[in-house]
């Protein structure tokens, strides 16, 4: 599969090359105005903006496409994957999910059959120069973005296009798609329904959680944002509870604990699942990916007890990755790092318990020019971008739609510093520029 995510589009080179050419002070005005058009849209970490991309991406609709049936391909494999492991290789599981939190691990005895059950995962690739997707991990817990991603392209467009908003009406909406799929997930709790969307108190993405909140009551669904302290577990079948709350902030024993431990009676999803993110699953995966007709979506990938030293070489084309990290926390990049501190990741990693880091191929995503928005206005730089794909496994809903992100590193986060880009549908983007 190939995308054009460096080789651009027509269409996002016309965005990019009009933002070009515009006087500097215009096109400062321009990133302040469309970053705060997306901020308040709910482009927001807490109370700081997420940095908006000026320059959009935008992907011919047959590529969308590819990366939501990639998407889906890999998330099916995975759960195969994790049942396999749990059913026949009983040992092997108990090595790579060790580390789970005690409601996890509770979850994963008794309640992983209906984890399988995936609201939604999110497949994280990163893209070569040639413009070749391989995935880098699954994320299964809170695979979050939504909001963000349709706040990013209507953001844009009120601002640089003002006016032409409902142009956008064409283009892909993962907030939509994720409501949909919520929706067909509740089929059978009794209606009317009332959805709690669940986060911890102080949590920073809860502009996402409000804004689907927001969403759902112009469908016409009670919904309201509610944190552990005022969550309603009374079992009322009109209940729907959507969790983004990290299942290791809650204790098995407690009544929230309890209740995500029974999640068809109190109607929860994402179910508890924190397994199927970890990296040493997608280690198996990568190992069999040939028997799931992925070898070509998955890049090597492996547990590092299962492998000698001498087959990462100096490192140059390799990543470490701690097995049940996340936000990109404990990665090492050989490429950056250089041999002597590549060796010494390596050999503190082996002082670790098993189970707890992998390798992984080394995908080496080019930096592209494009401008962020910022405080004082628009600054060009050098950035790497990675497309992040939806994918469900409940029956009847569609692939899902991508986002793009961006940041100066080679470790592509927000947390880290990184921004998100609006993606376009190419033919919505060259309807605009």
């Known amino acids: 599969m190939r995308v054009h995510l460096f080789d651009l589009t027509d269409a996002a080179w016309r965005a990019d090359e009009m933002l070009v050419a515009m006087e500097q002070p215009a096109r400062d005005e321009l990133a302040r105005e469309a970053q705060r058009r997306a901020s308040a849209l709910g482009l927001m970490r807490g109370p700081a903006p997420i940095p908006l991309v000026l320059s959009p991406c935008s992907l011919p609709r047959e590529e969308l496409a590819a990366l939501g049936r990639g998407a889906q391909k890999i998330t099916s494999a995975l759960v195969e994957v994790a049942r396999e492991l749990i059913e026949k290789r009983p040992d092997k599981a108990r090595l790579l999910f060790h580390h789970l939190s005690p409601l996890e691990t509770e979850a994963l005895a008794t309640r992983w059959r209906e984890a399988e059950d995936l609201l939604h995962s999110r497949i994280d690739w990163f893209v070569d120069a040639q413009g070749s997707v391989k995935a880098l991990e699954v994320n299964a817990t809170i695979p979050a973005m939504q909001v963000y991603s349709d706040a990013a392209v209507r953001g844009w467009v009120q601002a640089v296009r003002p006016g032409r908003e409902p142009a956008v009406s064409s283009n892909p909406s993962n907030a939509e798609w994720l409501l949909d799929a919520l929706l067909k997930a509740a089929r059978n709790r009794v209606q009317p329904l009332k959805v709690q969307l669940l986060h911890r108190e102080g949590d920073p993405q809860v502009t996402e959680l409000t804004a689907l ?39 098995p024993n407690s009544a929230l604990g309890q209740a995500f431990l029974d999640p068809d009676r109190h109607g929860i999803w994402n179910r508890v699942d924190g397994w199927l993110e970890t990296k040493g699953l997608f280690a198996e995966l990568s190992a069999q990916a040939k028997e799931y007709g992925i070898d070509d979506l998955v890049p090597w990938t492996r547990l590092l007890d299962d492998i000698e030293d001498a087959a990462l070489r100096d490192g140059d084309g390799f990543v470490l990755k701690k097995s049940h990290d996340y936000g990109g926390k404990s990665v090492v990049i050989g490429r950056e790092a250089g041999p002597s501190a590549f060796r010494q990741a390596l050999a503190r990693a082996r002082t670790d318990e098993p189970g707890s880091w992998v390798a992984q191929e080394l995908i080496d995503a080019p930096a592209i020019d494009r401008f962020l928005c910022t405080a004082t206005g628009a600054r060009r730089a050098p950035m790497h971008l990675d497309v992040s794909t939806y994918a469900s496994s409940i029956p009847r809903v569609p692939d899902g739609g991508s986002v793009v992100r961006a940041a100066p590193g080679r470790i592509v986060n927000i947390v880290g510093g990184g921004g998100v880009a609006p993606l376009f549908a190419d033919d919505v983007l060259l309807q605009l520029v």
């Open 213 to 251: 909140a927001e969403m759902l009551t112009a469908r016409g669904v009670e919904a309201r944002t509610c944190t552990p302290a005022d969550v309603a577990l009374d079992g009322d079948p009109h209940r729907v509870l959507y969790r983004h709350l990290f299942a290791r902030y809650v204790e």
